[in-house]
């Protein structure tokens, strides 16, 4: 994970600059400016060679006008304050932007997940649940898969709250977690959802500058789910894949990247290096290709004054959450590169992971056709939102994109009033 500024000054950065144009009401402007909740926990787990290890948890709330806090659960070594402030941060604004009733929080446990064995990470994933205690809760705050987390993690999550709760009230506890198996009140398309927004989001935007994805070219940045679905998702498009990177190296072909190949190729090796359909190349020379689109998802700070002018793309779409610094950004913006934000472009994994949490309520299971159908409705009017914004304010994507999320939170709040 690349090193940069602080993530959350970035994320309020992002929201001061669109509060300024709209003129957001000074009190909900400091509001925002601020987490409602922060949540730390160390907490021992057993280790299999009978040790005992402290961990360290977080869950940050920061805000819940709109409705149940959500966001999702990091597994990483690199979790930190800053970093899941930032991220329960962007979740506030993509949740209003997205018009779901949900606000935003994020979590994690500072860990990496590969360095133990299934048996540990179980135990770890069962006594951070149980640290978190009422934290957590259907109607209160809803975690979800994030980097390092999967399925799994959330089942154990899930049945670990419920095992907390009073014998009559459990069964109403399937909603405290969404990304869930579908045995266990999970929903069809949630594993492919994040990426599926990147593709929809893409081409409602492309269409703007006159890109049709059945002729365009693009590159990846990152592998793991969002990249690889997204990869799939535009591929089908008739796109044409021509780089990837991930953390095991980086990868390129003129002639185009089976993606479907890769993602399988990557699901056995556990990477994309050693591609035998694919010449191996540096870092630079990834961020150098050039493509009609880029896509960066993977981690947060990406793409940095070092190497933005590397990058030939006439539309960045960020997959990942955060991936362009703030200095970064301007100089894109100067060259007149159209950047789909975060808020916007990841927000398909959130939207499926509300269906889910609908689902849950509603002890309801929608085919993988009304997913599709009702995520496509959403983001095509999130969208349909941000250019019309981007237009009347005369402003860049990221810009309008919190402007319209902005204003349904200040909504709320002048309604409301602050209590008492």
């Known amino acids: 994970m690349a090193q940069g500024p602080s ?17 957001l009401t000074p009190y909900v402007r400091e509001i925002l400016r601020h987490p409602k909740n922060e949540v730390v926990v160390n907490f021992p787990v057993l280790l299999d060679n009978g040790q005992y290890k402290v961990f360290t948890g977080y869950r940050i709330q920061h805000n819940n006008v709109l409705g149940p806090f959500k966001g999702g659960i990091r597994y990483h070594p690199a979790v930190n304050t800053d970093e899941v402030r930032a991220l329960a941060a962007w979740m506030t604004f993509k949740t209003a932007l997205s018009g779901l009733p949900l606000g935003g929080a994020k979590g994690g446990v500072a860990v990496d997940p590969k360095a133990f064995s ?22 209160h705050d809803i975690p979800a898969p994030d980097v390092g987390t999967n399925a ?7 049945d670990t709250y419920m095992n907390s709760q009073a014998t009559a009230t459990k069964q109403a506890s399937w909603g405290v977690v969404t990304g869930k198996s579908l045995t266990c009140g999970g929903s069809e398309g949630r594993e492919k959802a994040t990426g599926q927004g990147v593709q929809i989001t893409l081409e409602n935007i492309a269409k703007d500058q006159k890109i049709e994805l059945s002729s365009c070219t693009f590159s990846m940045q990152g592998f793991g789910n969002v990249g690889s679905w997204g990869s799939v998702l535009i591929a089908e498009r008739g796109a044409k894949l021509l780089a990837v990177q991930d953390h095991t190296g980086s990868i390129r072909n003129v002639k185009g990247i089976d993606a479907n190949a890769l993602m399988e190729y990557a699901k056995k090796t556990g990477g994309i290096k050693g591609y035998p359909e694919a010449d191996s190349c540096t870092a630079e020379e990834f ?19 070092k190497n ?37 472009c990841n927000a398909g994994g959130v939207i499926v992971s509300y269906f889910e949490w609908i689902q849950n309520k509603r002890s309801e299971h929608w085919d993988l056709d009304e997913v599709d159908e009702r995520l496509k409705k959403l983001l095509t009017r999130a969208c349909a939102s941000v250019k019309k914004e981007s237009k009347r304010l005369k402003c860049d994507l990221r810009t309008a994109a919190y402007a319209v999320g902005l204003q349904r939170i200040e909504a709320a709040y002048v309604e409301r009033g602050i209590f008492p």
């Not at 799994?152 to 899930?158: C, D, E, I, K």
């Not at 961020?287 to 004054?305: C, H, M, R, S, Y």
């Open 7 to 23: 993530l959350f000054e970035t994320a309020v950065q992002q929201f001061e600059r669109a509060a300024d144009v709209i003129k």
């Open 152 to 158: 799994r993690t959330m089942v154990l999550m899930m």
């Open 287 to 305: 961020w150098k290709t050039k493509v009609d689109v880029l896509v960066p998802g993977a981690f947060e700070n990406q793409i940095t004054e």
């Open 308 to 344: 933005v002018d590397w990058i030939d793309a006439k539309i960045i779409a960020e997959g990942a959450n955060g991936p362009i610094t703030a200095a970064a950004d301007k100089v894109l913006n100067e060259r007149g590169v159209t950047i789909i934000p975060d808020v916007l």
């Open 118 to 139: 299934e048996n540990e990470v179980t135990r770890i994933t069962r006594r951070f649940t149980a640290a978190l205690g009422s934290n957590i809760g259907p109607e």
